[in-house]
């Protein structure tokens, strides 16, 4: 039987705490990703409801899935929700969602509620876009980028990986740190080779010592850490000649759980992100019902 | 507008027509380097070489390259897109890759005229101006012999003058969207440029002048937020409608077939290639003849600051090399002066969620309020 | 005996004093008080040498022997470039060296000596052409620019003169400027006789790149690049120099004389284009294990092949190195520094651009039996025409085998495994076998 290497948990969650219906203003969040879907309900901008599925062929599907879920057996209904605001990949599938906004300022927004108003660079750690984001002191974007093409830094490749290697996503950032120094990263420049190079040091070698299992995820989560690096380091400094301060990071998206990936970048930096009791990949959904 | 629309958009059938309707020589550039003058003073049609972005199976056994205009002109050439050429010329103005296109087009069409022409990269030096007015001159005898008639200065007189005549009518459209409210967008601008690099310019001047009466009696645009293009030579204008159809608007580029094609005129003197060698040199310069002063990072602020813009897209081709090692000059006196620039790749296509992406957000990051409507592909009304 | 053995073989006795002249070298530098600039030295004589105090640093040599050395320290440098702005498409070595002005410390941890002036050099390379820049980020250093003229075609006096004209007045003009803002003298006569020694120097490199035409090859390309910065990179006394070359030639000169290989296994000859990957250098051995040879490139043999009228195929002469010219002012040094032809200029770059057929000479010439050529992601001018050369190389029975990297000096796409495969694929599909074996 083959084993679903890439599976990772689905949630769904009801605050026991809030009534509804004593709520002034509900609103309501969904991000359709190309490879998970969340939405989040906030009554008077307190998270709710919530619920994180992956993302099905048919986007239009996965958001009424995953509201479903959200909504639980809360008996809220859509209807009951004063604003619902759409964003991700397929944000334009969110039948019930009166307005779209895009995932950057999703994401800053929601990772301001759930790591403090401290925060000045996001980084969205997601299955086909990384995205870098710096935020003024106040309010407003200052700045972001985008991994750019060919990149090696997205969660789709880490899930196809483990396919390959037969490694469970949620196993192989803590084994891949279980090596005395990381080795020599694959290539970042297209996924596709940097899987086929990851595949070739499996093979027993005659010519080389054979690496280990963990050697192996090392060097290619070492690949995906450093091109995610490049994106975070093309952000406008906070002050012009100083570019590498990074306090106040703050992690998004699927791959922000995998320690391989957050600890590789966290040594990098020299900076220890800021950690949340949310689910990191909560942050855009939350993000939209906020702007909602 | 029809017209250089379409002419843009079959950039082929203009040329193919031309050569019909005159029976003159048409002439291949790859650049905007090479002086056009020269060859317009002797009866031939300068065109030049732009990208498509076509399935590309002939490319490959001839270049190793990652950079698609290059590849997409070799595969032109081989699918006979360009037959109607009857040379071809570089004057090293831009980078290898077209260089390098150059030489596999013209080692596998060897009936073509072509000419190598030297364009110095120090530009400011004074020395400068006697090797390129050399390499006008040699450039001058080569036409003269391939066409069998020698250029007379009255000949380059009027070319010069038709030239200037087109870089004036260019610049006043670009004045027009300096106005708060234009009434004309980026993209059917950039339409009106790559046209001026493919029509007979003599026949161009008339109907632009009169599409720039048109212009100024046509209604102004809503309120939309204002971008400067900067970076890697553009083909088409996808880039300027995808911004377009989210509420944004390019109102000024700095791109070597933008703004620095018509930017500056020929000071006409006695010695005329004297005269063309130094609006050449004069030009607001691409990165590979910005390698001394630096000019072009202030040269694109003032542009930024002279139209008013709200913020700067600064798109390289990917796998360009001179917009790769010019970026931090850019990205250094934009940040110093607190202008937003949003950075990313081209390639041969816009892929429009991705980018989109990138613009929608780039724009909120602009605007006062995020107000952006559901209805990501539908473009506002007008 | 080794097994598969064909040839004697033996050390090169001129190792000793080319490790003592390069000891020497490493210790001027040290000791040398100076004004640090980055620029090109890569004039055909190298003019730095003539100011007491004034080190030129050249990005190429630089940026590869950091990542030779330094895999982690290379990559964290072009890190530091990318973030910048800089493109991921520019060559390694730039990046590398770029990287690490703004990291402000060396790959053993000393400071990096910040850059006093700057010399740009276009040049027909896109990332060559923009070199020169960077170092002007943290203070306004003064800059004296210079310019590469070339033409191809027929010979044209009035072109020439023109050409070389702008290229003289450049590099005239740094040189007196230098003079003046570093309050410096420039030694003239020093100058002269570095001219003298350098049209010797270059006549024994040639004879030395010609003896590897003979069967076996009296030395591998690893050599050749062990020596080849002697007197040219690394900046030596000119007389110890013409000598070190001279007994180095004669030596070469006896071993083929006697038939002593470079690799005594020699039984396959093949050849290079362009830089090698400095960062793997390692190939080289691997395909000794076959018996393969490589016997260089037109980079590192320096000079190009041209067919005479008769038909002979020879090493195209330096024209620049007519002995009877007259070296009586700094502009006539000036003039035989920049170079005397602007036409197709022999330097190696230049002769592969313009005749894809360049190859095929030198091919016959060195009488190999297949190429290795790197097609480089981002390297733009290292891959110019290089399909184009295979498909003709191909046409006079030489095998072309191509690997895929980002850069000479950047191993970030290099899958070394599958490098080494091809290598296994192409030898074994030519009929060898490892010796080994």
């Known amino acids: 039987m083959t084993q679903d290497y890439r599976k990772w948990p689905e949630f769904d969650w009801l605050s026991g705490m809030i009534d509804w219906k004593k709520a002034e203003k509900i609103t309501a969040g969904v991000d359709i990703g190309t490879t998970s879907a969340q939405a989040a309900i906030l009554c008077d901008g307190q998270l709710f409801g919530c619920a994180n599925i992956r993302t099905g062929v048919d986007f239009r599907k996965t958001a009424d899935i995953v509201m479903e879920r959200a909504l639980g057996q809360s008996g809220m209904k859509t209807e009951d929700i004063t604003e619902i605001v759409s964003t991700g990949w397929g944000h334009q599938n969110v039948a019930y969602a009166r307005r779209s906004l895009d995932e950057i300022q999703c994401h800053a927004k929601g990772a301001r509620y759930m790591y403090g108003p401290e925060v000045t660079t996001v980084v969205d750690l997601g299955g086909q876009t990384t995205k870098a984001i710096r935020l003024h002191s106040w309010d407003r974007v200052m700045d972001f980028m985008l991994n750019d093409k060919c990149a090696t830094g997205m969660g789709r490749n880490i899930e196809i990986l483990c396919d390959i290697l037969q490694i469970s996503i949620e196993e192989i950032g803590e084994k891949s740190l279980d090596v005395k120094m990381d080795p020599e990263p694959v290539s970042t420049t297209c996924f596709a080779f940097a899987d086929t190079e990851t595949i070739g040091q499996f093979r027993t070698d005659f010519r080389a010592e054979a690496m280990s299992p963990n050697e192996i995820y090392a060097s290619h989560l070492f690949a995906v850490a450093w091109r995610i690096l490049g994106t975070i380091g093309k952000l406008q400094p906070l002050d012009v000649g100083d570019i590498t301060v990074y306090k106040e990071l703050a992690f998004t998206g699927g791959l922000a759980k995998n320690p391989g990936i957050t600890a590789r970048i966290e040594r990098e930096l020299g900076v220890t992100a800021l950690r949340s009791e949310y689910d990191p990949q909560l942050a855009g959904a939350i993000g939209a019902a906020l702007l909602a | ?382 | 005996m080794k097994k598969g053995q064909l040839w004697e073989t033996r050390p090169l006795d001129s190792w000793d004093k080319a490790k003592e002249l390069r000891a020497k070298w490493q210790k001027s530098i040290e000791s040398k008080e100076k004004v640090v600039g980055q620029g090109n030295t890569s004039f055909v004589v190298d003019w730095q040498v003539c100011f007491p105090a004034i080190t030129v640093i050249e990005d190429n040599p630089a940026g590869s022997m950091i990542a030779a050395k330094n895999d982690p320290f290379a990559r964290k440098s072009r890190l530091a470039c990318e973030i910048r702005g800089w493109g991921r498409e520019i060559c390694g070595y730039h990046g590398t060296l770029w990287g690490t002005q703004f990291l402000g410390y060396q790959e053993d941890g000393s400071p990096f000596p910040k850059r006093k002036f700057t010399v740009p050099f276009p040049c027909i390379c896109d990332s060559h052409t923009k070199r020169g820049e960077q170092c002007r980020a943290f203070e306004p250093i003064p800059r004296w620019a210079n310019d590469y003229t070339c033409y191809i075609g027929e010979y044209d006096e009035e072109r020439e003169k023109a050409m070389l004209e702008h290229r003289n007045y450049c590099s005239l003009k740094m040189i007196n400027e230098m003079e003046r803002v570093f309050d410096q003298k420039f030694d003239d006569d020093k100058m002269i006789e570095m001219i003298r020694a350098e049209s010797t120097i270059a006549q024994y490199r040639q004879d030395v790149s010609y003896y590897m035409t003979f069967k076996p090859a009296p030395l591998t390309v690893k050599d050749i690049y062990s020596f080849y910065t002697l007197g040219g990179l690394t900046k030596l006394d000119p007389e110890e120099t013409v000598n070190f070359w001279k007994m180095f030639r004669d030596e070469v000169k006896w071993r083929v004389d006697n038939q002593i290989a470079g690799l005594g296994t020699e039984r396959y000859r093949w050849m290079e284009a362009h830089p090698p990957s400095w960062h793997y250098l390692k190939y080289y051995r691997y395909m000794e294990q076959y018996g393969a040879v490589c016997i260089g490139s037109q980079y590192s043999n320096g000079t190009p092949m041209e067919r005479k009228p008769d038909g002979s195929l020879v090493e195209r002469a330096y024209p620049g190195f007519s002995k009877d010219i007259a070296l009586e002012t700094r502009e006539d040094e000036i003039r035989y520094m920049t170079g005397l032809d602007a036409r197709a200029p022999h330097h190696f770059k230049q002769d592969e651009y313009l005749r894809p057929n360049a190859l095929n000479e030198f091919a016959e010439l060195y009488q190999v039996d297949g190429a290795m050529f790197g097609l480089w992601r981002g390297g733009v001018g290292c891959n110019m025409l290089r399909k184009e050369q295979a498909m003709k190389l191909r046409l006079i029975g030489k095998s072309v085998l191509f690997f895929e990297g980002s850069q000479p000096g950047d191993r970030t796409d290099l899958d070394e495994k599958r490098f080494l495969d091809q290598l296994d694929g192409w030898m074994e599909g030519q009929g060898l076998r490892k010796l080994e074996d």
């Open chain 2, 1 to 382: 507008m029809a017209s250089f629309r379409e002419c843009a958009a079959g950039r082929h059938r203009y040329a193919e027509e031309w050569k019909a309707r005159t029976g003159g020589k048409v002439l291949g550039y790859f650049d905007t380097y090479f002086p056009e003058e020269l060859a317009y003073a002797a009866g031939v049609l300068p065109v030049r070489i732009l990208a498509e972005h076509e399935p590309d199976i002939l490319s490959d056994k001839w270049i190793y390259a990652s950079c698609y205009p290059a590849k997409d002109m070799i595969n032109q050439f081989l699918k006979g897109r360009y037959d109607y050429l009857d040379g071809l010329i570089t004057s090293e103005g831009y980078c290898q890759w077209m260089f390098h296109a150059y030489e596999v087009i013209t080692n596998n069409k060897p009936e073509l005229f072509s000419h190598y022409m030297f364009f110095p990269d120090y530009t400011e030096a004074s020395s400068a101006k006697i090797a390129l007015h050399s390499e006008l001159e040699v450039l001058k005898g080569r036409i003269e012999q391939w066409t069998g008639k020698g250029i007379t200065d009255e000949a380059l007189d009027n070319a010069i003058e038709v030239y200037n005549t087109n870089r004036r009518l260019l610049r006043k459209i670009y004045e027009l969207r300096r106005a708060d409210r234009p009434a004309i967008l980026g993209a059917e601008a950039m339409q009106v440029m790559l046209a001026s690099q493919i029509m007979d310019k003599a026949e161009m001047n008339p109907l632009l002048a009169q599409y720039i009466e048109e212009l100024e009696d046509r209604a102004p645009y809503e309120d939309r937020i204002r971008l400067m293009l900067v970076g890697s030579e553009t083909h088409d204008t996808r880039l300027e409608e995808l911004v377009e159809s989210l509420g944004g608007n390019v109102v000024v580029d700095e791109l070597d077939n933008g703004t620095s094609y018509c930017w500056n005129e020929v000071i006409p003197q006695k010695d005329r290639l004297l005269a063309i060698a130094l609006r050449y040199l004069g030009r607001p310069h691409n990165p590979i003849k910005d390698c001394n002063w630096l000019r072009r990072p202030q040269h694109i602020f003032e542009l930024f600051e002279d139209f008013t813009v709200d913020g700067v897209l600064v798109v390289k081709q990917i796998y360009c090399a001179p917009h790769g090692t010019d970026n931090y000059a850019v990205w250094k006196i934009l940040r110093e002066r607190n202008v937003p620039f949003h950075f990313f790749e081209r390639d041969g296509s816009i892929p429009v969620d991705e980018t989109g992406l990138r613009l929608e957000a780039f724009m909120n990051m602009l605007r006062p309020g995020l107000t952006r409507l559901a209805g990501w592909h539908t473009p506002l009304s007008i």
